[in-house]
């Protein structure tokens, strides 16, 4: 056979290879030790003396015409396409998903409580993590003996006078009272701090949302009416709400706000320590020197204030036991919400 037949030859076996099992054949057909390239090289010597060189040359030719054919069509092998560029892909085969991410489950349940407040009229207003002393306690009618104004309870900023990470949000209560006359009707999420020993129960920071509402003549019935809305939106219509005496510094009277243990259903669990209630908030009336603090005449006003660990309300609604897996970053336990 002359070269010019081999190199048709050779471009017609070429465009029929579509796997590499056949590319191995074909490159061994002509480029193996026995091929037909190593046996037109060693018939060189046989041509007459004339020919040989220009003959030597065609040889040279066709075999890196041979080695550019391969490693085109190495290529399209590798990526899937041959044959008139028609792709060798199964399209029946399901495809690569792609992950898609999603809101943290403690996002997801302030936007829920946030609209449920958002839904009877009260707009979000967030304040900063970093606080004046005066707007965390003092403002707040949190007098300077207080235990929670101690190092120990509170995160002071070392190398600045008077600031704080804040330990709570009702510190935005006196930031949104100095700055806007009533009615005001404000929930407020956010982050807070506090040095605790983490547990199963305790972080150094946590999220909490604050309400207030303030107007003349709101009184202690608005209060338990909004807080029943908000209680039965989150936990379902069948929970049974208390109201039991407490003491806050920026509210008289005050109260904490308990629900029926959704878990046991009042048949007492570990979670409600056999009670049957569990405590989500505190609450009550807002403290006439608060009113005071932000330039209101108390006379005038009156308004409710609450607030609630965001966390405890997440741990509550879905049977969480520990904190801490909220912030552990783990997929396996934030893919469940
Ligand atoms: N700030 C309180 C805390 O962090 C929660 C709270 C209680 C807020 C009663 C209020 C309230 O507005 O009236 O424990």
């Excluded at 046989?46 to 080695?67: D, M, T």
């Amino acid at each position: 056979m002359d070269i010019d037949s081999i190199k048709t030859q050779i471009e017609q076996e070429v465009q029929n290879i579509a796997s590499s099992g056949q590319m191995s054949e074909f490159k061994f057909k002509y480029l193996g030790r026995k091929g037909i390239i190593a046996e037109l090289t060693s018939s060189i010597p046989n041509k007459p003396k004339e020919e040989r060189a220009s003959f030597g040359q065609e040889v040279n030719r066709l075999k890196s015409k041979l080695n550019i054919l391969i490693s085109e069509k190495e290529k399209t092998l590798s990526s899937g396409l041959s044959q008139g560029g028609l792709a060798v892909v199964d399209i029946g085969m399901p495809g690569i998903a792609q992950e898609l991410g999603q809101l943290h489950p403690i996002t997801q349940v302030m936007e829920e409580i946030c609209n449920i407040f958002m839904r009877m009229g009260f707009q979000v207003v967030e304040g900063p993590e970093v606080e004046t002393e005066y707007n965390n306690f003092t403002g707040l009618n949190i007098p300077l003996e207080h235990p929670s104004r101690d190092a120990f309870d509170t995160f002071y900023l070392k190398d600045y006078d008077r600031l704080l990470l804040r330990s709570h949000t009702s510190p935005v209560q006196v930031r949104a009272m100095k700055e806007h006359k009533p009615p005001l009707a404000i929930i407020v999420p956010g982050r807070v701090y506090r040095p605790d020993a983490v547990d199963a129960s305790h972080l150094f920071m946590f999220h909490q949302i604050e309400g207030f509402m303030v107007d003349r003549g709101v009184r202690f019935s608005d209060l338990k009416g909004i807080l029943e809305v908000f209680a039965k939106g989150i936990f379902g219509r069948d929970i049974k709400m208390r109201f039991r005496p407490h003491f806050f510094p920026f509210t008289e009277p005050s109260a904490e706000v308990d629900i029926s243990c959704i878990i046991c259903k009042q048949k007492g669990c570990s979670v409600c320590g056999r009670k049957g209630w569990l405590e989500i908030l505190g609450s009550g009336m807002i403290h006439p020197n608060v009113f005071k603090n932000v330039g209101h005449d108390p006379a005038k006003y009156t308004g409710f204030a609450f607030g609630m660990g965001i966390e405890r309300i997440a741990m509550l609604k879905y049977g969480i036991d520990d904190i801490r897996l909220f912030f552990e970053n783990d997929l396996r336990f934030l893919k469940q919400f």
